[in-house]
């Protein structure tokens, strides 16, 4: 059953859907909720200062004094990414916690989850402060590689209500995930659909069967 919901914050159009969907969840199952901020200091010191400042990289302190400016700002963006988040949950009488870490997202995405049951992270996240939308989901990526909790991936916008899609292919990954969808108590939150392909329609049921 879930206790407590981890939800990545990395930018203020995504923390509605997010937390949206962490509400509900919420008050489904009792559930706190923990919004997490990012201030990705080791993205930002791996690019050029915004200025030229002198010194020698990784010699001389002066050098990295053009780092402070973004570091402030990032910050600053991050504080109003919790705040956000929070009058989201007060508004909707939800316990809820932030928390503001720096350093590298998903080390401290994986690090967090250990504590949770499980985690959302909105589609696209990256919490990189020198990357773009189009350039991909790398934090994404990596965390469902090594998340210890199961992880749900949400779209930018607002998600209905409606019934689950379990899809399983009789896999080992297939029963590992079934088994991680029946330990969050989502299964008794509503109707499950399980979907099944294979090229025979006989052995698409038999393994839409067994996940049943």
Known sequence: MLG??????????????????????ARWSGARLVGLGIVDEPSVRAIEPAWPVGGTPDADPVYYRGYEGRLTELDR?????????????????????EVKAVGSPHELIERQAHS????????????????RDDEGDETLKRVLEQAPRPLVVVPGTTVSEGPVVFASDGSLQAARALAA????????SGQVHIVSVDASVSEAAHLAQRAR
Do not use: M, N, Y
């Open 181 to 188: 969808f029946q330990a969050t108590g989502l299964a008794k």
């Open 4 to 25: 407590v919901i981890l939800i990545g914050l990395d930018r203020p159009s995504r923390v509605a859907a997010l937390a949206e969907l962490g509400i509900r969840w």
């Open 77 to 97: 963006q991050v504080g109003q990414l919790l705040e956000q988040f929070a009058a989201c949950c007060g508004e909707a009488g939800v316990a809820h916690v």
């Open 116 to 131: 949770c049951d499980l985690s959302l992270l909105a589609r696209g996240s990256h919490f990189r402060f020198t990357r």
